[in-house]
């Protein structure tokens, strides 16, 4: 194995490694639950999976919804 082989196999590795830790994408946690409204601890955005879920659920159904006339 060269040097070149070298760095890229330790460039995809890093890749690799970005790409697990990356923080996820999407809406600030305001202090409550964004489905339902619960009060949650600083950070969190939903009250458990079922919440994110339909939080997840009802954002692809307004963006998929045809304009209203």
């Known amino acids: 194995m060269d040097e070149f082989d070298q760095?890229?196999?330790?460039?995809?590795?890093?890749?690799?490694i970005a790409l697990r830790t990356r923080?996820?994408?999407?809406?600030?946690?305001?202090?409550?639950c964004l489905f339902c409204g619960d009060?949650?601890?600083p950070g969190q955005r939903w009250c458990n999976a079922d919440c994110?879920?339909?939080?997840?659920?009802?954002q692809r159904a307004q963006r998929e919804a045809?304009?209203?006339e």
């Open 7 to 16: 760095a890229s196999e330790f460039e995809e590795l890093r890749r690799a």
């Open 23 to 32: 923080k996820p994408t999407g809406p600030q946690a305001t202090g409550c």
């Open 39 to 41: 009060p949650l601890p």
């Open 52 to 58: 994110r879920d339909d939080w997840e659920k009802l």
């Open 66 to 68: 045809p304009p209203c």
